[in-house]
């Protein structure tokens, strides 16, 4: 890939037709999208608890993302969890 990196938080990772934008504009190469375990944990929690989400719909969604962008994935702090 090309372009410049760009961190993409919860807050634009939640929104469908949002992500959605941005991650065509990322196939697209015009930039390089990266987020943490921590921030897709977020993702998770809001779209299922907050925006009631069948939990299956949001693993197919994160897992998808993880697929397409496999680079993307970065180390955020030091405290982990999981999925």
């Known amino acids: 890939m090309t372009g410049p990196v760009v961190l993409l ?3 634009v990772l939640v929104p469908y037709p949002l992500v959605s934008a941005l991650l065509t504009r990322a196939e697209h190469e ?3 999208p990266r987020w943490s375990e921590q921030i897709l944990d977020e993702v998770e929690r809001t779209l299922t608890a907050k925006l009631s989400v069948d939990p299956d719909r949001a ?3 994160l897992n998808h993302m ?3 962008f496999p680079e993307s994935s970065v180390l955020g702090s030091s405290t982990s969890s999981k999925r």
């Open 66 to 68: 993880e697929a397409g």
């Open 9 to 11: 938080d919860a807050c």
């Open 59 to 61: 693993r197919y969604r």
């Open 30 to 32: 015009l930039f390089e």
